[in-house]
Structure formats: C-alpha cells, structure tokens
C-alpha cells in the first residue's frame, strides 16, 4: 500500500480519535442522563 506521509498519519489518527470520542461522548451522555432521570 502507498503511504502519503504526514497527511495520511493525521487523517487515520483524526478518524480514530472521533470514533473514539464519539464512543467515549455517548456513554457519558447515557451515564449522566440515567441518575438524572431516575432522581426526577
């Protein structure tokens, strides 16, 4: 496979990153929301 250097490293690392963060962001949303609702 060819590799694009400096740019190709950022975009893979950029995706990995908001996968993460989208996976990350999601279950602090679920984990703040449930006590909340469950105390109201």
Avoid: C, K, N, Q
């Avoid at 975009?11 to 609702?37: I, K, M, S």
């Amino acid at each position: 496979m060819y590799y694009g250097g400096d740019i190709a490293g950022l975009l893979l690392a950029t995706a990995l990153f908001a996968a993460w963060y989208r996976r990350r962001g999601r279950r602090l949303h679920r984990a703040e929301a449930l006590p909340v609702g469950s105390a109201a």
